[in-house]
């Protein structure tokens, strides 16, 4: 792989930089913290307009073609702001998704800007490792059960849903929907409940085609993680260089400087599995793909909440005041390290990759996740 960002992935990061700071920075980020949608109609236009919510959506659907690494610039740059949008489920997760089981209309929809859409695996009192088995039940293209944890749900206009051996398109509109909001730590990151009632549903494709967009979602949040723990890094420095103690900028004191030091040997970790994951995610075969996914995710969810910790340490209390911005950083690392499945089962899963080991035979979506 190629551990450097080409000069056109470069100016998207500093085209998307530009504009969250223009647009959308962390005082408008924090105007949004009670909102459902996350974002703002102009906002989501002029993501729109920079071909930002069509990044992985193919050319002959009406999007741009590209691939992960340059969707991870984009992922990077929206967690350095926590921006609350509904980008990673929508324009990843269900994209993805729904490249996987060729949906072509529903594709169009989403790199417009028209359509909103999010995946819903996981069912009421089951763990994300379940998400392969649903006990959602189908009849005849209805489906009745109870999905949680679904992000992005409040804005979502399709659902991407399991249920029986399939997934299905339902639209928010259909008979028997109910979506209700559940409540978090992090208004950065909000999620949904999504009851079903004898909906009627469209019958996309087999279950273990949502292989690849799983691990998408699990790097995806990691390399947002990435971005939210730079951030907290660069503003924890930041203040050890300026706050002054004992005629000293705190900086100076060895305890401070440690603590830096080791924020930033984290950073700089889970930076390397992130970027080798956004490659394998493009160019990787599906075994190796899956196991980059759950390095990038078990590290990201175990240690990069201790990142944000640490910065608020060397702000003192005030590092935790609404204030501060830093603890908009330390919630969306909160919530990392539980949404999509915690450290613990990414590493079951890396385990498990260890102890089958790979087969002759295997195939798209033959990883134990998938």
Known sequence: ?????????????????????????????????????????????????????????????????????????????????????????????????LVALEARDHLAALASGDSIATLALVDAGASFGRWHAPVTDEAEGRLTGRKVNVQGGESASLFVVTAGSHVWA??????????????????????????????PGELLGPIEALAPAVDRVAIALAV??????????????????????????????????????????????????AYYALWAADAAHPIERHRAAALAKSFASEHYPQVAAEAIQILGGAGFTWEVDLHLFYKRLLTLGQDWGGSEHWLDELAALVIDGPRDDDREGDARSA
């Open 170 to 199: 339902v639209r928010r509109d259909a008979p028997g929907v109910r979506v209700e909001p559940e409540v978090t730590i992090d208004g950065t990151r909000r999620f949904a409940t999504l009851t079903l009632d004898d909906t």
């Open 224 to 273: 947002d993680g990435l971005g939210a723990a730079q951030a907290a890094l660069t503003l924890a420095v930041d203040y050890a260089k300026t706050r002054v103690q004992f005629g000293k900028p705190i900086g100076s004191f060895q305890a401070v400087a440690h603590l830096c030091a080791t924020m930033l040997q984290t950073v700089e970790t889970g930076r390397a599995g």
């Open 1 to 97: 792989m190629d551990a450097f960002f080409t000069a056109e992935q470069e100016e998207l990061r500093s085209t998307v930089r530009r504009f969250l700071a223009d647009q959308a920075p962390l005082a408008w980020v924090r105007e949004r913290w009670s909102d459902r949608r996350g974002t703002t109609d102009a906002v989501w236009r002029g993501m729109v307009d920079l071909g930002l919510v069509g990044l992985l959506v193919p050319e002959d659907a009406g999007g741009v073609g590209a691939g992960m690494v340059e969707a991870g610039v984009v992922l990077e740059e929206l967690g350095r702001v926590a921006h609350p949008g509904p980008f990673l489920a929508s324009c990843v997760g269900a994209t993805s998704a």
